[in-house]
Structure formats: structure tokens, C-alpha cells
């Protein structure tokens, strides 16, 4: 597995662009299985996770094209049962129980992998599929799905999850009659799966709120889009910005995707401006801003939870102490211990990290861990003295197309090195 070489206090500048959104792409590549034909999808990101779920596609008939961002799936007129062995890899795969559910009555796949983020169990999905009158049956490893006929219903969500959303969306979009959904995700990546599925036809009212109302069709058909710039990607640059100082732009996002952590930003003293008409987005800092005293991770639109590892390391190295809690993932403290490694004051309670503030880190070995403890851990690198190697880096791959090549563009000296090679952390 690659490592990342980093050698810190480089301040940032430049401007990069921003790939497209991971969590648009993944929903939005399952959904075109729902209507046989070809799809083109431009901006769609090259990452581990990607491939990963284009490799299920191609085990159900999908002819797939993809190069310099452009996605081109031609989807079979009958989907065959096929095995889907790469479920096992990434926890997008889960949406394959709603789609194929919505476009052939039935599934039968291995349990989803993802981030280990503490426990990620599926009873959401599972509660409202039966909804729509499928029956589900769960074994050590995998579930078995089957419906003859989805029928409309109504669901209230008993938590606001994203996957188990757009599972009832993509089952939904081709049921009998009309469905209600209640107590809704509201990530903008939803919204990018609707404006998807009504490109194909689908009748799909209200996302982006609490409820969403979907009028089955008999039939779709294919659709071409582009997918919007990844906020979590996006966010993350801003927070090194803030970490290490500097004066960074970042093109190709929607700055309201972003806009929670722009006020959090500001708080600290940075200077943010924004361009909604370029979708550009300007990050100032001095790199010794005021930590803020408290900030919890909740659904959309509060602060995420992908973008709660990175916040913690910008805690670590503002002025001041503050509490950081997750209420989405609350398992995911991870990042702490790598970070204490490096120097950082960090205590984690049962009710959350507390933070000291004003940590000198320094270059150390850790390792990624997970995607997004991956990308903290590269602005932990970025703002400590002397030089960080970071172990099993292919977790960053799964989320970011390449963050050295981002972070060089912006000035920072950051390389891939292979597992085996040596380095020298002397200098
Ligand atoms: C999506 O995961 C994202 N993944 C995650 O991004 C993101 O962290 C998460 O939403 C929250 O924003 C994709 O979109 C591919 P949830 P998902 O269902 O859908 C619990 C990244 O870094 N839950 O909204 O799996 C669950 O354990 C990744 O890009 C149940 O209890 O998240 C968690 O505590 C990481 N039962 C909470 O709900 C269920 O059946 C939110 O999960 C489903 C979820």
C-alpha cells in the first residue's frame, strides 16, 4: 500500500480545482441500472471507489468508458443475476438492494464494506424496503431482497440517513403509485441523485427538505449529466489553508455546499469570499487563528461528519481549548490518537474530544486508518516541523483522486512513495 512523504510549515497558495463529488457519483452510477441504454456522466471523479462500483455494473452487463473524468455506462436491456463480489468493498455498494430491487423485483448480495466508522449496520435500508412489500432475508454475510411487485407506501425515517434515502428513492422512482418519505436526508448529494433521476423521468418532489414524494413511473430512460464538485474535498483544502496559512482558490464548487464551515472558518479569523456565479471559493489565512470553543458534527445543513477529522487537527493548532463531537459517526475519533502521536494536547471522553490548542507537531509515522482520518492526518503533515510519513494510504485513495498532486499545486512539498521505499526523516 503507497505512503505519502510530507515535510511541513510550507504555507499554501494557488489555485486548484476540485474533483466531483464522490458521494453524487457513487448513487448516481448505481441509478443507471434502472433503464437499459447509455449514459453519459462528465466530472465524475477517478477514485478507488468509483472503480470499485463500476466494477459491479460490468458483473451485471454494464459496458463502461471511462477516461479524463468522462463516464460513459452502456446499461443492458435485462440485467442477469450476476455475483457483485466487489460489494464487499465499499458501503455504496448497499444501493444495489434498491436499484435492483427497483429494476428486477429482486437482489442477493454480500454485505457492503466501507470505512470502518463503528458499527454501520443496514436496518434502515432493510425496514424501508419492506415497506414497499419486499420481503428481505439477512445471512452472516449477505441479504437476499424479493418483490414481485413494489407498491407506493409511506416511511418515516427514524434517523435522517443518507443511503437508506436514496435506497427508497431508487426503489421508489419505479414503484406502483406514489410514495411519502418522511424525516429525509437533506445532503446536497440527494438532491444530485434526484436531479438525476428526473433527468431519466422519475417524478420526485421535495428533496432537500424533510419530505420527499415520489410518483411511480412505468418506465426511464437514460440520461446525461455533470456531476457538481465535491463539498468534503473542497472543505478539506480550506481547513489546510487554515491550518498552515495562506491564500488558496478553489474552483468548480458551489460555495452554499460549503457554507457551515465558511462561517466556522471565519470564526477562526480567516477570510473567506465566495463566487456563486463562478462557483469559486478565495481561503485567506494566517495560519494562527482562535480555536472555536465547541462544534458537533450533525446531518445537512450542520457541520458534516466527513469533515470532522480534519476540524479536529485545525483545533489542535488554533489558539485556545475546544470540545469536538460527532452525533452522525460517534466512533469516529480515530484521527486523535495518530494526531497525539504528533504532538497534539487531545483527550477523547465518552462525550466527545476535548482540545488544548496550540500544539507544535512534529513529523512522526502514522497511519491513515480511513479516508477521511487519511486526509486529516495530511494537514496534520502539512502544518508540523520536520517530516511525516503516512502508512495505508490507499484508504485516501477511495475519496481522493490524488491529494499530493492537489497540494503540490498549491505549494506544499508531499510525494507517494511505495510501501517498501526508504526515507529519510533526518533532514
Ligand atoms: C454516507 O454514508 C456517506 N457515504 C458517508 O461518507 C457519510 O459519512 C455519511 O453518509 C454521513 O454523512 C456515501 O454517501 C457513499 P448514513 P451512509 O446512512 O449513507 C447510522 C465519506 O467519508 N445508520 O447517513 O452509510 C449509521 O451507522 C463517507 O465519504 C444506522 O444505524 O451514512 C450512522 O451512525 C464516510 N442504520 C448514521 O446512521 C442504517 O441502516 C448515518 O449513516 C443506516 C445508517
Same mark, same amino acid.
Given at each position: 500500500m503507497p505512503k505519502l512523504v510530507i515535510r511541513g510549515k510550507n504555507r499554501l497558495a494557488g489555485k486548484i480545482t476540485v474533483q466531483g463529488s464522490k458521494n453524487s457519483s457513487l448513487p448516481i452510477i448505481a441509478a443507471t441500472?434502472?433503464?437499459g441504454g447509455e449514459y453519459h456522466i462528465d466530472n465524475?471523479?477517478?477514485?478507488l471507489d468509483v472503480r470499485k462500483m463500476l466494477g459491479i455494473l460490468k458483473d451485471l452487463g454494464s459496458r463502461v468508458d471511462f477516461t479524463d473524468s468522462k463516464l460513459i455506462i452502456r446499461t443492458a436491456d435485462r440485467i442477469d443475476s450476476g455475483d457483485?463480489?466487489?460489494?464487499?468493498?465499499?458501503?455504496?455498494?448497499?444501493?444495489m438492494m434498491g436499484v435492483l430491487m427497483g429494476r428486477r423485483g429482486c437482489f442477493d448480495m454480500p454485505y457492503p464494506g466501507g470505512c470502518r466508522l463503528g458499527t454501520r449496520p443496514v436496518n434502515y435500508h432493510i425496514a424501508g424496503l419492506k415497506q414497499y412489500g419486499a420481503m428481505i432475508e439477512e445471512t452472516e454475510s449477505s441479504i437476499f431482497g424479493k418483490c414481485d411487485s413494489l407498491t407506493g407506501c409511506e416511511y418515516t425515517f427514524a434517523y435522517p440517513s443518507i443511503g437508506a434515502l436514496e435506497n427508497m428513492i431508487l426503489a421508489g422512482v419505479l414503484a406502483t403509485g406514489s410514495t411519502i418519505l418522511n424525516n429525509c436526508a437533506k445532503e446536497p448529494e440527494v438532491c444530485d441523485l434526484c436531479d438525476f433521476l428526473r433527468k431519466m423521468g422519475a417524478k420526485i418532489y421535495?428533496? $432537500? +427538505?424533510?419530505t420527499i414524494v415520489i410518483e411511480g413511473v412505468d418506465k426511464l430512460t437514460p440520461a446525461d449529466y455533470v456531476i457538481p464538485g465535491d463539498r468534503i474535498v473542497a472543505g478539506t483544502y480550506m481547513i489546510a489553508c487554515a491550518a498552515v496559512g495562506g491564500n488558496i482558490l478553489i474552483q468548480k464548487i458551489e460555495p452554499r455546499r460549503v457554507r457551515y464551515l465558511t462561517k466556522l472558518l471565519k470564526k477562526t479569523g480567516c477570510h473567506v469570499f465566495t463566487d456563486s456565479v463562478n462557483n469559486e471559493i478565495i481561503t485567506l489565512a494566517d495560519g494562527g487563528g482562535r480555536a472555536v470553543p465547541y462544534i458537533c458534527a450533525r446531518p445537512?445543513?450542520?457541520?458534516?461528519t466527513d469533515l470532522q477529522p480534519q476540524t479536529m487537527v485545525l483545533l489542535s493548532v488554533l489558539h485556545g481549548s475546544s470540545k469536538l463531537k460527532d452525533e452522525?459517526?460517534?466512533?469516529?475519533? $480515530? +484521527?486523535a490518537k495518530e494526531l497525539a502521536k504528533m504532538g497534539a494536547d487531545i483527550q477523547v471522553e465518552e462525550d466527545g474530544v476535548y482540545i488544548k490548542g496550540s500544539a507544535r507537531l512534529t513529523g512522526t509515522t502514522v497511519k491513515a486508518g480511513n479516508l477521511r482520518q487519511g486526509a486529516a492526518l495530511v494537514i496534520a503533515a502539512l502544518a508540523a516541523d520536520g517530516i511525516t510519513i503516512i502508512e495505508e494510504c490507499r484508504h485516501i485513495m477511495r475519496g481522493y483522486e490524488d491529494i499530493a498532486r492537489d497540494m503540490r499545486r498549491l505549494g506544499a512539498d508531499i510525494v507517494w512513495k511505495n510501501e517498501t521505499e526508504n526515507v529519510d526523516i533526518s533532514g
Open positions: 441500472l434502472l433503464a465524475v471523479p477517478d477514485i457483485m463480489p466487489d460489494c464487499r468493498k465499499l458501503r455504496a455498494s448497499i444501493l421535495g428533496d $432537500g +427538505t424533510d445537512y445543513p450542520e457541520f458534516p452522525v459517526f460517534v466512533e469516529r475519533y $480515530g +484521527t
